[in-house]
Structure formats: C-alpha cells, structure tokens
C-alpha cells in the first residue's frame, strides 16, 4: 500500500437519474482535479428521492450506473466506489447495491447491503427500506488493493453495527467504506461519532461520501461527508453543501497508529465467519 489522495463525495441526490449523473461526473472531475486516485460516491448517488418512481426506473438506474461507474473510471484513470444504486433482484424488490471500479473500467468487488433501515424516527418519518430491497445475504468483501490498501465496503445502515466491520478487519482491511444517505434527524447525533468508532476499532481509514440537503419535500440528509483516519482524526468534512473532502491516505500513519495501539493483536476473542 502507498500513500495516496481520497476523495469521499458530497452530493443532494434527485428523483433525476441524468441530473444526478451529470453532478456525480462534475464532482469526480473537482476530486481528481485536487489530484485524488480513489474517488468515492455517496449511497443512492444516481437516484435519491420518490422510492416508486426508482422502483419503476430500477432496470433502466442500474444499467445506466454501472456504465458510468465504469466510463468514468476509465476517463479519469482512478478507481471509483459507488456507493449504492439499486440492482433488480427477486420478488419485484432490489439490491443495494455498492460497486468498486478500477482505471481500467473493471469490477473489483461488488457488495450488497444487508441491513435494511426499517425505523419510525421521532420526526415522523417512516423508512421501511425492506419493503423495495432485499438484504444481502454475503458478508462484505475485501479488496486487496496492492496500490491503495485493502478495501472494505459497506453501506449506510451497516455502519451501526460493529460485527460488520471487525468481520473486514479480521480479513484483513485498513480502509473502510461507509457510503451514505443518513438523514438529518439522525446524522447530527449520530453519524460522527459512529465513523470514529468503527476507524478507531479497527485502527483503519474510514472513507465516508454523503448525501446532504433536501432530495423532496419529505427526505433529507446530514450531509458531513468525511474522512476519519485510523486514530479517529477528522482529516476532511464536506460540511452541508455538495463537494468533496479530500484527504491523504497514508501508510505510515496506518502503521504508526496500529504500533501505538495494537489492540486488533489483543483480541481475546474472535469470531468465526
């Protein structure tokens, strides 16, 4: 693993899919432009807002994504994660799904999400996630990246569960993916504070793209996409407003913190996969 730039995207999703895609490409072009070789978009990046109307599109916003994740991979000469789109499966429901993308416009790994967000907030919204999804049923790959470290991927909800995270690191991962569309209510008590966790548990980088702002008249995101390095360290926040945090990815920092604190050596016990 060498020392690279990362860029964690900030984006407000629409129910557009060619708008979304146009703001998605306009904002890998400023990341790759602040010279970053790992590029990261948010969770629903290519569709955020009427769930019939994406349900209705699924075919037409899966295809349509996994073409660009891959063109733009290519164009830019960088990997790309994107963070969440919706691959039709069985039952009339989706697949959350997360896909990695090399420069050379290849998969290197592909991750559907398994915990579905089905909560009643205070606020009065309702999310019932498992009404047009189906959880994966796989535990999150890791890609072993001989460049940029080795790649975890999750999405949104996972991030409160700790199991999830430890399963990587037990595989090995020093960098971890927590694309999201968090919503306001929760975001601004929560979302912080549950990236340090799982980088200062596993003594990994937490690469964060967000949403952020009002996708309709009901949905809204935190926003505060971000960059946690292993230590726990807040190295970029996006803020409120669409954007990049950009931020270093370093090994020497990875292995300094993981000398400092070796508590992944100290584990007394370890789950079995």
């Not at 189906?134 to 909800?157: D, F």
Request: charged letters at 20%.
């Amino acid at each position: 693993m060498k020392s690279y730039i990362a860029a964690a995207v900030q984006m407000t999703s629409l129910p557009d899919l060619h708008k979304n895609l146009a703001q998605a490409e306009e904002l890998i072009d400023l990341a790759v432009r602040q010279g970053a070789e790992l590029v990261c978009l948010p969770e629903n990046f290519a569709f955020l807002g009427d769930e019939a109307a994406k349900m209705a599109q699924a075919d037409v916003i899966h295809v349509a994504c996994e073409k660009f994740l891959k063109k733009q991979a290519q164009k830019f000469q960088v990997t790309i994660l994107g963070g969440g789109y919706p691959v039709p499966a069985k039952e009339g429901k989706v697949y959350n799904t997360a896909l990695l993308v090399g420069p050379d416009g290849q998969q290197l790994a592909r991750y559907e999400k398994v915990h579905l967000f089905d909560v009643a907030l205070p606020d009065g919204n309702i999310y019932d996630e498992s009404s047009s999804v189906l959880a994966g049923e796989q535990l999150p790959p890791v890609y072993e990246s001989p460049t940029l470290g080795n790649l975890g991927l999750s999405v949104c909800y996972d991030v409160r569960f700790p199991e999830l995270y430890r399963s990587m690191a037990n595989a090995g991962a020093n960098v971890l993916f927590v694309p999201a569309a968090f919503t306001a209510f929760t975001g601004k008590d929560h979302w912080q504070v549950l990236l340090q966790a799982r980088a200062i548990e596993n003594t990994c980088y937490v690469i964060a793209p967000a949403q952020a702002g009002s996708h309709n008249s009901r949905r809204q995101s935190h926003g505060h996409a971000m960059i946690v390095d292993p230590w726990g360290c807040i190295l970029a926040d996006a803020g409120t407003l669409k954007g990049v945090a950009i931020a270093a990815i370093e090994s020497s920092r990875l292995a300094q913190v993981r000398r400092q604190m070796p508590s992944l050596q100290h584990r007394v016990f370890i789950a079995q996969s």
